[in-house]
Nanobody, 121 residues
Framework: QVQLVESGGGLVQAGGSLRLSCAAS????????MAWFRQAPGKEREIVAA????????DYADSVKGRFTISRDNAKNMVYLQMNSLKFEDTAVYYC??????????????WGHGTQVTVSS
């Protein structure tokens, strides 16, 4: 089992940047594919970005391609989400998640508590 703790959220103006971090503890971090999800008020949770166990493969939601970058550091048990050119519609609670299986959205079975990102227009 892995425990996940997010940090780095906050309030930012549209066009600005934020970097989210997720610290993992517990089992071997490189056993897990990792992802960032988000949930905006009144909306369903959606996957934003995913990264494979050793970082060789990444995937992004169309809405963030070219603006967000997911990365990981297995030596530090960390995963990051660099968010640039932020838009009002990026406002949401962002969650870090881990999957023992694949990278599809339904395969994530460990979750952090989330960090709020608010983008002012």
């Amino acid at each position: 089992q892995v425990q996940l703790v997010e940090s780095g959220g906050g309030l930012v103006q549209a066009g600005g940047s934020l970097r989210l971090s997720c610290a993992a503890s517990g089992r071997t971090f490189s056993n897990y594919n990792m992802a960032w999800f988000r949930q905006a008020p009144g909306k369903e949770r959606e996957i934003v970005a995913a990264i494979s166990r050793f970082g060789g493969s990444t995937d992004y939601a169309d809405s963030v391609k070219g603006r967000f970058t997911i990365s990981r550091d297995n030596a530090k048990n960390m995963v990051y989400l660099q968010m640039n050119s932020l838009k009002f519609e990026d406002t949401a609670v962002y969650y870090c998640a881990a999957s023992r299986m694949g990278m599809a959205a339904y395969e994530y079975d460990y979750w952090g508590h989330g960090t709020q990102v608010t983008v002012s227009s």
